[in-house]
């Protein structure tokens, strides 16, 4: 197989996983149930995506084969999103909410926060007798943390930035949540530290809604916490082999074919997942032992001499990159791209001439500019199942060569078997 067909190999499996999971992306509908205002539960399936920032209005579907019903906040009292690894909790509420600007091109030198009424299904983080909310409004592009505390009422935590001059050069806060959090958690005085040191973030405010509950311990009730997506790592080992072809220009060597190398590859990789891509997209890191070793016999006619090159090279390489994997099976296809860092271990390679009116060569000498740095690009495609995987990979780097008047290109084609420990 040459370089070039498993290039256009390879751009035909990229193609087919774009639109793999351009055909997935359609299946958004996840099973669930909506409460009407009346108190009843509908079963069925919702609308929804993982990257879905906020939740306007739903789509609900009963079958397959039914007809699609769009609900506002006004008409659900709440709803229920299942996914793979845990069910998403929305409440609909009608209630005024702060729209201040959080952009520095639209802060105003007010510290006062700007309210107006809207109606959202937000989505539960933690509850308890004291429930906290969250909700991204897209219509101002900010972000909202909302506490319920009983008879269903509901108060926006106030977190606004303005100008402190007009001439907008510095940017003050209007930190009011946190006089807020001291008022709603009142009744337990031992978490007036956590309550200063709350910032305005989901992890900050969930361990302090989460600590309130172990503090009031009145409310025995089952309780919810909402377990953001986390980075998932993957470590494990990858056996195999690898074609390796040589091309050397300059000098003599003008002309000159080295033959194929065949060898066995091992190493540890370490594949980082990153949260909220379903799953899908990973920096991809390797640590590999690889070489080779080649020879090259090339007749030059007008010296009637032939020059011989013996290289034989072993490289510990750094291998880093970006993956993507279709996750809606079993069997997971993937594919990346990166770069290969190599440091050479071990470096060996000599040339001499024999005449062709001598039985004896000449004396063997060291090939100049000779370099133990090799910097190249790969890109890949393979199949994972369960803890296996397979990949067939190729890479080209800039050889041995460091010389001015001596240029080399190495080519590899890797076929790996892989095994993750996690």
Known sequence: MTCKTLLVCLSMVVCALIQADNAAAQNKWKTGYVVNTGGDT??????????????????????????????????????????????????????????????????????????????????????????????TDTVFNKKHFLIEYPENKL???????????????????????????????SDCPSLIKEI????????????????????????????????????????????????????????????????????????LFLNIVLPFTRNQWSIYNELMFAQYKMQSSTYQPFSFETAHADVQMSYVKLVTGISYQYPYHQVKPFINAGMVNGIAVSATATEYLHDAGTTDPNTTQPLTGVKRYEQSYFVGAGITYKKYGAELRYEHGDGFAGSGCVSTSTSYILFLLKYSFL
Not at 69 to 96: C, M, N
Not at 176 to 181: A, V
């Open 155 to 185: 108060t926006d935590l106030v977190y606004k930035r303005y100008y402190l001059d007009n001439g907008k050069t510095i940017v003050m806060y209007n930190t009011e949540y946190i006089k807020q959090l001291g008022k709603f958690y």
């Open 42 to 135: 509908l079963r069925g399936k919702i609308a929804y995506r993982q990257r879905s920032r906020s939740l306007r209005s739903v789509l609900f579907i009963k079958d397959e084969d039914s007809t699609r019903t769009r609900y506002t906040p006004t008409e659900l009292r709440s709803l229920k999103i299942q996914l793979p690894f845990q069910g998403l909790y929305f409440k609909s509420f009608v209630t005024d909410i702060n729209v201040s600007p959080d952009n520095l091109a639209e802060l105003t030198n007010t510290p006062t926060a700007k309210f107006l009424k809207h109606s959202f299904f937000a989505q539960l983080l933690v509850s308890g007798k004291k429930s906290l909310y969250t909700y």
């Open 196 to 267: 200063n040191d709350a910032q305005f973030t989901a992890p900050s405010l969930m361990q302090l809604a989460k600590a309130y509950n172990q503090c009031n311990q009145s409310d025995t009730g089952n309780r919810y916490e909402f377990k953001p997506e986390k980075t998932k790592a993957f470590f494990g080992v990858d056996l195999g082999a690898d074609k390796t072809t040589l091309h050397a220009a300059g000098a003599f060597h003008d002309g000159m074919k080295f033959n194929s190398s065949y060898n066995f590859n091992a190493g």
